[in-house]
């Protein structure tokens, strides 16, 4: 069973930094693709970044240019090194990794981490 356990959430005023980590229990080259999705009270999860097994990226319009996400592939973790701190950013950070099963795609997610970012 996969595990994936975030970890580096926190409170932070507006414009700091905080990086947050996502420790997949296996290799995260077993996934297709791997990610950091948001969860804001009274919104929708969200997706923020996303980088495929390949390397390529993809960050929502709201966080490019601020967040970034890379991989530590020898130690199967996910990153999303955020500076320039909103408090818009204040949500629920998920890791999300997906896998193709002879099913169709299977989604595992972390337990979440909780990133408030004060004014």
């Known amino acids: 069973q996969v595990q994936l356990v975030e970890s580096g959430g926190g409170l932070v005023q507006a414009g700091g930094s905080l990086r947050l980590s996502c420790a997949a229990s296996?290799?995260?080259?077993?996934?297709?693709?791997m990610g950091w999705y948001r969860e804001a009270p009274g919104r929708q999860r969200e997706l923020v970044a996303a980088?495929?097994?390949?390397?390529?990226?993809n960050y929502a319009d709201s966080v490019k240019g601020r967040f970034t996400i890379t991989r530590d592939n020898a130690k199967n973790t996910l990153f999303l090194q955020m500076n320039s701190l909103e408090p818009e950013d204040t949500a629920v950070y998920y890791c999300?990794?997906?896998?193709?099963?002879?099913?169709?795609?299977?989604?595992?997610w972390g337990q979440g981490t909780q990133v408030t970012v004060s004014s």
């Open positions: 980088m495929t097994r390949g390397g390529n990226t």
């Open positions: 999300n990794a997906e896998r193709s099963t002879v099913s169709g795609p299977f989604h595992y």
């Open positions: 296996g290799s995260i080259l077993s996934f297709y693709i």
